[in-house]
């Protein structure tokens, strides 16, 4: 496994869907873990129930069926679906929607996702799902979804590209008394972008970050803040490490015409410079 997960790190991360499948036909053993912990780019589904889109991932997977956030229904259908307690649907169906506003101001544009499941310690049984309400939920784990493709955008350069991100968070109450909890955020952005002049940038980046908050404003309220600190980090990231180390590259390759005619234009006055003064210096009395 750990072989397979290096040679996926070295491939192009454009071509990561490819070289996935191959890989799963080489070692189908290791299918299920492979699919599990390769970040593969979202694709969307649509729920004709609500006629809205929905994303697609290892979270809401069963079998070869995928959950809609919006109705908790399986495309396609499936009967025993894995499916979230009562208390954590009623959250998940919140955190979709404040979820959709923050995608449309920050990304004017693109597809989101909630998923969120219980985490069942070794003390609990399944009885312990059935909370009254989500203020009761000791631990739980979800997903944050975005996609926004190159289309949705108003710059006519990029041919084609994306940007997903995937926040997976795990939430644990702190003492018995619940006023507290500890969150744990493993955030990944996948970026490609392809250019009309045939330049082609591509990767993923992963960060994380733990925090204790207070749980009196809600769950969403404090993963919506770590969130929206992490996703900006994650800009600046991609902005420093892609964005600006190839921007050092075409400028030590390439010399613009600007600045071709000004190089030259100071050797040429250094040449003059030392003309002059090779000629002061063979006759003093010029000066």
């Given at each position: 496994?750990?072989?397979?997960?290096?040679?996926?790190?070295?491939?192009p991360?454009?071509?990561?869907?490819?070289?996935l499948?191959?890989?799963?036909?080489?070692?189908p053993e290791?299918t299920e873990?492979?699919l599990?912990r390769?970040?593969?780019?979202l694709q969307?589904?649509?729920?004709?129930?609500?006629e809205?889109?929905?994303?697609?991932c290892?979270y809401?997977?069963?079998?070869?069926?995928y959950?809609?956030?919006?109705t908790?229904?399986?495309?396609?259908?499936?009967?025993?679906?894995?499916?979230?307690?009562?208390?954590?649907?009623?959250?998940e169906?919140q955190?979709n929607?404040?979820?959709?506003?923050?995608?449309?101001?920050?990304?004017?544009?693109?597809?989101?996702?909630?998923?969120?499941?219980?985490i069942?310690?070794?003390?609990e049984?399944?009885?312990?799902?059935?909370k009254?309400s989500?203020?009761d939920i000791?631990?739980?784990a979800?997903?944050?979804?975005?996609?926004?493709?190159?289309?949705?955008?108003?710059?006519s350069?990029l041919?084609?590209?994306?940007?997903?991100?995937i926040?997976?968070?795990?939430?644990?109450?702190?003492?018995?008394?619940?006023v507290?909890?500890?969150?744990?955020l493993?955030?990944?952005?996948?970026?490609?972008?392809?250019?009309?002049d045939?330049?082609?940038?591509?990767?993923?980046l992963t960060?994380?970050?733990?925090?204790?908050h207070?749980?009196?404003?809600?769950?969403i309220?404090?993963?919506?803040t770590?969130?929206e600190?992490?996703?900006?980090k994650l800009?600046?990231?991609?902005?420093?490490?892609?964005?600006?180390?190839?921007?050092?590259?075409?400028?030590?390759l390439?010399?613009?015409?600007d600045d071709?005619?000004?190089s030259?234009?100071?050797e040429?006055?250094?040449?003059?410079?030392?003309?002059?003064?090779?000629?002061l210096a063979?006759n003093?009395k010029?000066?």
């Amino acid at each position: 496994m750990d072989q397979a997960l290096d040679l996926m790190r070295r491939l192009p991360p454009s071509n990561i869907e490819e070289n996935l499948t191959a890989l799963v036909d080489l070692a189908p053993e290791l299918t299920e873990e492979l699919l599990s912990r390769v970040d593969q780019p979202l694709q969307i589904a649509f729920d004709n129930t609500v006629e809205k889109e929905f994303l697609m991932c290892d979270y809401n997977r069963d079998g070869d069926s995928y959950r809609s956030p919006w109705t908790g229904t399986y495309f396609p259908p499936m009967e025993g679906g894995a499916l979230p307690s009562p208390a954590l649907r009623t959250l998940e169906l919140q955190a979709n929607a404040t979820f959709d506003t923050y995608r449309d101001q920050y990304f004017e544009g693109g597809v989101s996702s909630v998923y969120l499941w219980d985490i069942l310690h070794e003390d609990e049984d399944e009885s312990a799902k059935a909370k009254s309400s989500s203020d009761d939920i000791a631990s739980f784990a979800g997903c944050f979804l975005i996609k926004k493709d190159a289309q949705d955008g108003k710059r006519s350069r990029l041919s084609s590209g994306y940007w997903d991100s995937i926040h997976v968070v795990e939430v644990n109450a702190i003492g018995d008394d619940g006023v507290s909890a500890i969150y744990k955020l493993t955030s990944t952005v996948m970026l490609s972008l392809n250019t009309q002049d045939g330049i082609k940038l591509g990767g993923s980046l992963t960060r994380q970050m733990e925090e204790i908050h207070p749980v009196i404003e809600g769950h969403i309220v404090n993963i919506g803040t770590m969130l929206e600190e992490m996703e900006g980090k994650l800009r600046n990231s991609l902005d420093q490490v892609y964005f600006g180390k190839t921007r050092d590259v075409v400028s030590a390759l390439r010399v613009s015409t600007d600045d071709a005619i000004q190089s030259g234009y100071k050797e040429n006055m250094a040449r003059q410079a030392c003309l002059i003064s090779e000629m002061l210096a063979k006759n003093p009395k010029a000066s």
